[in-house]
């Protein structure tokens, strides 16, 4: 005779089991996420981008630069003076330059010969040969030489007068080339001045776009503070203890108090038969 003693079914084993952070480890990370969530909150009033204005060396020479033509009146001038000197040189030029003191030694010459012809006419009384073909000739000599000598002298001073007005002619020309060099030069020279204008101007404007740029930064950077403190805490916590703990909860299979029991009287009976004698019912 066999007895079966009852059983449960089985159950499976499961265990749960809970992996976290030490506790205060734990709360400071969850206190940083409460920081790092009012920070954001908090708008941020970026502040503008400054663009410096022009200096006022660069004003001077914007101003210097809208001023076209500085030499051009020198030009002018120079023009006016080549345009007067390359014309032809004329009796007006050359009147200019005529010895005022010609007329006084035209009339000293013609009053030498007119002399000079009283004494052949009185000569000739005292030989008794005036109003003769000798006399007169003698005069027309004397006249003609009297003549010769007024032109000379005549053309002598028209020729001084006439050079005068030709070296005059060529002074003027090289002055108005002059001039017309000088107003260039003066055009040139104000070009100099409004480029050191500018080379100067923009490095005082270079100086204060710096200053703001700096400016903008240092608000940027006082605004970002927070920002920093908390990534530092951040990289801190990050950084920090791995501690952990953990918590396991399991289950196995069991039976019911009322089948252990039943299996436990069924065990002792099954061992009292073993233990009976031979022939023993």
């Known amino acids: 005779m066999s007895f079966f003693s009852p059983k449960s079914p089985a159950t499976p084993t499961s265990q749960t089991q809970f992996v976290r952070e030490a506790p205060g480890i734990e709360e400071r990370k969850i206190e940083l996420m409460d920081i790092a969530r009012g920070i954001a909150q908090q708008p941020i009033n970026l502040p503008d981008i400054q663009v410096s204005p022009l200096s006022a060396l660069e004003q001077q020479g914007m101003t210097a630069a809208g001023q076209t033509g500085v030499g051009s009146g020198t030009v002018g001038q120079g023009i006016q003076q080549i345009l007067g000197a390359a014309a032809p040189v004329g009796q007006q030029q050359i009147s200019q330059y005529l010895n005022p003191y010609q007329q006084y030694v035209t009339d000293e010459i013609a009053r030498q010969g007119q002399m000079m012809q009283n004494q052949l006419g009185a000569q000739a009384v005292g030989a008794g040969a005036f109003g003769g073909g000798r006399e007169g000739v003698q005069q027309a000599e ?98 920090g203890p791995k501690t952990q703990s953990g918590i396991t909860m399991g289950t196995a299979p069991g039976t019911s108090p009322l089948a252990q029991a039943v299996g436990t009287g069924l065990g002792a009976f099954t061992a009292f038969q073993g233990a009976k004698p031979a022939g023993q019912a």
Request: no cysteine; aromatic share 6%; glycine share 14%.
């Open 142 to 239: 004397l006249q003609g030489r009297t003549l010769s000598t007024i032109g000379q002298s005549l053309g002598q001073g028209f020729q001084t007068a006439l050079g005068a007005a030709q070296r005059q002619q060529q002074v003027g020309l090289a002055a108005g080339q002059q001039l017309g060099q000088m107003g260039g030069l003066q055009q040139q020279m104000a070009g100099q001045d409004i480029n050191q204008l500018f080379a100067a101007g923009g490095v005082q404007r270079q100086l204060a776009q710096q200053a703001l740029d700096a400016q903008r930064q240092n608000t940027l950077q006082q605004q970002y503070e927070p920002y920093q403190r908390a990534e530092f805490l951040a990289n801190l916590y990050a950084a």
